[in-house]
């Protein structure tokens, strides 16, 4: 028996590390982590409309065990990652952390923080793909907000906020009490902001960064709380009638529309490309049309997209006839019909009572357009550095009278479309100014470019039955290629946002 209560030099090294690799993940203050989890476990597995989730279904430990180890894995992940990014700061000022007091080499303490997200991720294969996938956003907004968010007051705390209540989500993605989410990252923002004011951090809040915080703040309470990120997580739901989703039954096809949409737009590296090849550059000026033509060519070969009835207009499915005719090259709409059972003119003003049950509708739809202004002007905005030979005038009280004006006449005239009543088509406004911001070679005036979409879209669209019963088998491709790119405008914007 040893007299002293050292350790031999190897198990003392072996103790030094552990100690090291705790200290740097910060496990000891998990707990909150695993605990907001679990809650939202506990929670799904005693409502019984959540019984299609993994999360219902496995034995309950499993699910408890599960959650642990996401938790923990995502919590070790940013508090290494953290350490990791920070060596120079935690070098001149926090000396005693373990990279810089040297009891963790750098390269073993990036080890430590892949590891620990892929622990993460491991654990979230068996809550089900959902939590996979919000899993590995979560980390992203874990990067994010190490590398480039911290820095800046307001965006920081809204990012950390915003991990909080998307880690919740992890087990349920379909939750519908969202109350316990909303007060997680209300908690967590206003702990981060009391921190940043109280330690005296720099930069320091200065008055416009209060003014994004708060808005910011409003927006996720109200997206959290209400809308719920509609644009994007609407493809992923079951349609009307029994139908399965939009992403479910034309997977393939929406993800080559999309992925090729938004690398012809958006890629940096591609941009070389264009410079050298005039062709690449004219195809990439098409905005939507490549994707979703590739779409159309590809989709009948993976089984998702059929022409029968655009051959059926031509040629008869029982007898193999040509039946095509002259009348059938237009189709025009019930305009009487829409006029007679829709209009105000027909129809007279609704009661009061229906009025009033409607008014949360409105301001829900106000402010929603509100927000539509703000991202189109944003859009804009950014381009128009690019283009000083143009001046674009923009005024948001013409906007709104215009909007307003244009809403009046259609309720008055046709009755109330509220998919085309909105104040901004965010998938082709983000194609134009793309392509706008790219010189006057590529499109003239921002006008023309905008009045090209409505002018030589929609009219053909609508009235030549040709070309409607060409497009009809995709529009749902279409449909969700606009909300996709209308999510990452927003997305877009947000992240501008200073």
Not at 96 to 115: E, F, K, L, S
Not at 260 to 269: A, D, E, Q, V
Request: with cysteine; hydrophobic share 55%; net charge positive.
């Amino acid at each position: 028996m040893r007299s002293d209560t050292r350790y031999d030099a190897p198990v003392a090294a072996l103790l030094v590390k552990i100690v090291s690799a705790i200290q740097l993940t910060r496990l000891t203050m998990a707990f909150g982590a695993v605990a907001d989890v679990w809650f939202i476990i506990l929670l799904t597995r005693a409502n019984e409309e959540y019984n299609y989730l993994p999360v219902w279904n496995m034995p309950l430990f499993v699910a408890l065990l599960a959650g642990v180890v996401v938790a923990v894995g995502l919590y070790a992940y940013g508090a290494s990652l953290n350490d990791v990014l920070d060596v120079r700061h935690d070098t001149a000022f926090s000396p005693d952390r373990p990279i810089p007091a040297g009891h963790i080499r750098p390269a073993q303490a990036a080890v430590v923080t892949v590891g620990s997200l892929i622990v993460a991720v491991l654990g979230a294969v068996f809550l089900g793909m959902w939590a996979v996938c919000i899993t590995l956003l979560t980390a992203a907004g874990l990067l994010f907000y190490n590398a480039a968010g911290k820095f800046i007051p307001a965006v920081g705390v809204l990012t950390i906020g915003l991990i909080h209540a998307a880690h919740m989500l992890i087990p349920n993605h379909q939750l519908t009490f969202m109350l316990p989410v909303w007060f997680v990252m209300t908690h967590t923002m206003a702990i981060a902001t009391a921190v940043h004011v109280l330690e005296d951090k720099r930069p320091r809040f200065s008055r416009r960064s209060v003014i994004v915080l708060v808005i910011g703040w409003c927006a996720w309470s109200i997206i959290i709380l209400g809308a719920g990120m509609s644009a994007i997580y609407g493809e992923f739901i079951p349609r009307s009638g029994g139908r399965p989703s939009r992403i479910d039954a034309y997977t393939v096809s929406i993800l080559l529309a999309v992925g090729i949409s938004l690398l012809l737009m958006f890629s940096l590296p591609l941009e070389r490309w264009k410079k050298r090849f005039r062709g690449l550059a004219v195809v990439a000026s098409l905005g939507l049309a490549p994707g979703f033509f590739a779409a159309m060519i590809l989709g009948p070969w993976f089984g998702e997209v059929s022409y029968e009835s655009f051959r059926a207009l031509f040629v008869s499915p029982a007898t193999g006839e040509w039946v095509f005719q002259f009348r059938d090259v237009f189709f025009l709409p019930d305009i009487g019909g829409l006029i007679g059972e829709y209009s105000l003119v027909a129809r007279g003003l609704p009661d009061a009572g229906m009025m009033l049950s409607a008014l949360p509708l409105a301001l829900a739809a106000y402010v929603i357009g509100f927000g539509d202004i703000i991202t189109g002007t944003a859009i804009v905005n950014d381009a128009a550095p690019h283009r000083p030979d143009e001046k674009i005038p923009i005024d948001e009280r013409r906007t709104h009278l215009a909007i307003g004006i244009r809403n009046l006449v259609q309720v008055v005239a046709t009755g109330p479309f509220f998919p085309l009543q909105g104040p901004l088509w965010a998938g082709a406004t983000v194609v134009v100014a793309e392509r706008y911001r790219r010189g006057r070679r590529e499109m003239d005036s921002i006008f023309g470019g905008i009045f090209s979409y409505l002018l030589f879209g929609l009219p053909i669209f609508y009235f030549v039955r040709p070309y409607l019963e060409l497009f009809r088998p995709v529009l749902d491709v279409a449909f969700s290629l606009t909300l996709i790119l209308t999510g990452f405008a927003c997305a877009y914007v947000a992240l501008s946002m200073p």
